[in-house]
């Protein structure tokens, strides 16, 4: 109630002085209107008078003169009228003068005979005139004076009216002020915090809202937005601790983005940590005429991200959103996530070229199809890789100088695209802690050695103070793989390489997804409905559903997997009609040729084999080209009977482990190549080798006829192998690995490995 009463007042008396401040500006101007009107007035009937008036007083003609005044004395608000001769005796005057005004009348005519015709306002016995004297003068030669005298009391009269209409007005106003105020103050102020009271009344109480209040006020929405923030961060404190007593409770260690923070404060507690990416973990575009943000979908930002608000860290990478130059400060530089910022971004800026020979060219048509081993010949351009070796040069410079005048840096370098990176930065800070993590596959010694600069990678990659993997085979096939290329030390009890005095860790670090579980109380469909919701959308009747998530890419096993749904049809018809599989493939590079025609080919073996079994409202296979938020593929995840993944080479494969973390109603089958890391964890998926297309077939068949409890017994023990070994442990055993590392007089020292 105080503040509603200060509130008005304050408006009320804010208002009123800048209504009296105008008000008085007004009445002040319309008073200095009418008093020049009527000086004007005057001043024309002194002028008609000033020819008749002339020659009687140079005869002294008192009669004539006399005669000539009163004519005019009838004049409307005229006074009175003096006549003066040239010895300022008065020669006529007309009727009702005071002596007072008489007195006024010879003072006024002193002031005109010396500076020519003068004016006064004047207040004389509770009337308000003008007083006006007028020179009569033949050739410069002064022969007398005229005094005009005009009642100004109206004017006075005007005066009072308008500030007393002023303050009638005023009286309104405030009055309307305050009951605006009270209502705006009722709906828009005392109502959202009332709600938004109520809302965070019934969070202390353990009572979890299903939504927080509107932010329906204007005024409120950005107090409105931080409190909304500020209690889903309560939630989420509250699940995490709820989530770590029941942990703690059944002997359990799983690990959580909170407990990656622990765990990264206490191993690095006086270390600033710089990860370096391609993609970057926040892209701002352009929506017509605003600027949006996007969040592209990456398991890399859900592992780092803990850790990197942890220690308010900072990622580098590439800026490749057209906004993105437009939201950054002078520095290249902005702090993030928007809503809640905790860490920095900084953003590095390639041309066209650059990215065109970095990225597309010696990246991804030469070290992508070469560590991948999917039977596309590699290409290696020398301007791709001088373009490559530029584009390290500008990352490792953005990286030196975002670390200047830090000691103690710990540098995380993420993927293939920076091979070179470790020993650009490792070469001028050797006080910094490196890792890089390759998270493709690393090929055989015989298959990498075609590569033109593979000695020069290698060194580049030698750098780091740590090189992790996927899996052990790589690891193996990398350290093979120096010892092929290189002059080095190579302990293979420790999995160490000792290169110039440098000693490099090789570990592997097996990567995967966060398993959010779904609140106990939320309303679930099962996955009968939201399968046949599913087909109804895409125009498929069906009853039993597979599904493919992938980018179109050469080395997911696209077109053997088709080849196995074509085999599968044609071994078990009496599924024709039945099943239906549902591949999303997300366009992928498409800048590069093979990419382009890959995504022709996958679309003609679809059509060509859903020529072949189609009927009605049937079709074997629904592809879906374009991509798909995870919001958007979950549900298929959640729907379908099985889930395959065919890679032909991979080096994780995080969609085996999506497909997991997404059934919590324990069901569905898995469906997975043998030549992908995720098959070295999942041993109770389907292993297949995806170039055997009988193969293929029968393990289709196998997981639509399989046992009910057999299908969720392997289900369970997948679903807890992905939650014990989620991406945030994986990011703490990086972090964990890098922390032991000692760093004395610029060389990484390796102690017996824990």
């Known amino acids: 109630m105080r503040l509603t009463v200060r509130l008005i007042v304050s408006l009320a008396a804010g208002v009123v002085f800048l209504a009296l401040l105008f008000s008085y500006l007004q009445v002040r101007g319309q008073m200095q209107g009418m008093r020049g009107d009527l000086v004007k007035r005057a001043a024309a009937v002194a002028g008609g008078l000033d020819d008749v008036l002339e020659p009687m007083v140079e005869r002294h003609a008192q009669r004539d003169a006399q005669r000539a005044i009163d004519r005019f004395s009838t004049r409307e608000r005229l006074a009175g009228l003096v006549v003066?001769?040239?010895?300022?005796?008065?020669?006529?005057?007309?009727?009702?003068?005071?002596?007072?005004?008489?007195?006024?009348?010879?003072?006024?005519t002193q002031r005109g005979n010396a500076a020519g015709d003068y004016s006064e306002?004047?207040?004389?016995?509770?009337?308000?005139?003008?007083?006006?004297?007028?020179?009569?003068?033949?050739?410069?030669?002064?022969?007398g004076a005229l005094s005009v005298f005009y009642d100004a009391g109206y004017i006075e009269q005007q005066r009072n009216r308008l500030w007393e209409g002023t303050f009638m007005r005023l009286l309104g106003l405030v009055a309307t002020i305050a009951v605006i105020t009270l209502m705006i103050i009722r709906w828009s102020i005392i109502g959202p915090i009332a709600r938004t009271a109520d809302w965070l009344r019934q969070l202390r109480a353990g009572k979890v809202p299903k939504a927080p209040p509107p932010a329906d006020a204007t005024l409120l929405q950005p107090l409105a937005r931080e409190v909304t923030h500020l209690v889903r961060s309560l939630e989420t404190a509250r699940a995490v601790a709820e989530e770590e007593a029941r942990l703690r409770d059944a002997a359990e260690s799983i690990w959580t983005a909170e407990r990656l923070r622990a765990h990264v404060r206490s191993k690095m507690p006086n270390s600033p940590l710089f990860v370096v990416s391609n993609r970057e973990p926040y892209m701002h575009v352009h929506r017509g005429k605003d600027i949006e943000m996007l969040v592209p979908a990456s398991g890399l930002v859900t592992a780092l991200e803990p850790i990197l608000r942890a220690c308010d860290g900072e990622w580098i990478a590439h800026g490749a959103g057209d906004g993105d130059q437009e939201t950054v400060d002078q520095h290249d530089r902005l702090r993030v996530p928007p809503d809640h910022p905790e860490y920095t971004l900084r953003r590095v800026w390639l041309t066209k070229e650059e990215e065109d020979g970095y990225y597309y060219g010696f990246s991804n048509e030469g070290l992508w199809p070469l560590c991948h081993i999917a039977h596309t010949r590699p290409v290696f351009r020398a301007t791709d890789w001088s373009a490559y070796q530029e584009a390290n040069q500008k990352f490792a410079h953005a990286v030196l100088e975002e670390m200047t005048?830090?000691?103690?840096?710990?540098?995380?370098?993420?993927?293939?695209?920076?091979?070179?990176?470790?020993?650009?930065?490792?070469?001028?800070?050797?006080d910094a802690r490196v890792a890089i993590f390759w998270h493709i596959p690393w090929p055989n010694a015989e298959a990498f050695g075609i590569c033109p600069w593979q000695k020069e990678l290698l060194d580049g990659l030698l750098g780091a103070d740590l090189v992790g993997f996927h899996v052990q085979a790589h690891c193996n096939n990398f350290l093979e793989t120096v010892d092929r290329a290189l002059e080095s030390q190579i302990d293979w009890e420790r999995f160490t390489v000792k290169r110039g005095g440098h000693v490099t860790r090789v570990r592997p670090f097996p990567i995967s997804v966060a398993v959010n579980e779904r609140p106990a109380d939320e309303p679930r469909e099962n996955s009968y409905e939201l399968r046949g919701k599913l087909l109804k959308n895409l125009g498929i009747e069906a009853n039993f559903m597979g599904i493919g998530v992938d980018r179109a890419d050469y080395t997911k096993g696209l077109l053997e997997r088709f080849r196995g749904v074509e085999r599968f049809f044609e071994k078990f018809p009496a599924y024709v009609g039945r099943f239906t599989f549902v591949q999303i493939a997300s366009p992928s590079r498409m800048q590069i040729k093979r990419y382009h025609d890959m995504l022709d080919d996958v679309t003609h073996e679809a059509e060509r084999i859903n020529s072949k079994f189609q009927d009605g409202n049937w079709k074997p296979i629904a592809l879906l080209t374009r991509h798909h938020a995870h919001a958007e593929i979950e549900p298929y995840y959640r729907a379908a009977d099985l889930c395959m993944v065919t890679s032909l080479h991979d080096g994780m494969n995080l969609v085996a482990k999506e497909f997991i973390a997404a059934r919590d109603d324990e069901a569905g089958v898995l469906i997975l190549s043998q030549f992908t890391g995720a098959s070295y964890e999942l041993r109770d998926a389907l292993i297949v080798n995806p170039y055997d297309t009988e193969q293929l077939a029968e393990a289709i068949h196998l997981a639509l006829e399989m046992d009910p409890e057999n299908r969720h017994v392997r289900m369970q023990h997948m679903r807890r192998e992905v939650k014990e070994h989620n991406v945030f442990r994986w990011a703490g055993n990086l972090i964990g690995e890098l922390a032991e590392i000692r760093v004395e007089n610029g060389a990484a020292a390796v102690g017996q490995p824990s």
């Open 84 to 108: 003066f001769d040239d010895q300022s005796q008065v020669l006529a005057v007309t009727s009702g003068l005071t002596p007072t005004l008489m007195r006024k009348a010879e003072s006024i």
């Open 405 to 430: 005048g830090t000691s103690n840096p710990v540098v995380l370098v993420q993927d293939y695209h920076f091979a070179l990176l470790p020993h650009l930065v490792k070469e001028l800070r050797p």
């Open 121 to 143: 306002f004047y207040d004389s016995d509770d009337t308000y005139l003008l007083v006006y004297g007028h020179r009569l003068s033949r050739e410069s030669q002064m022969m």
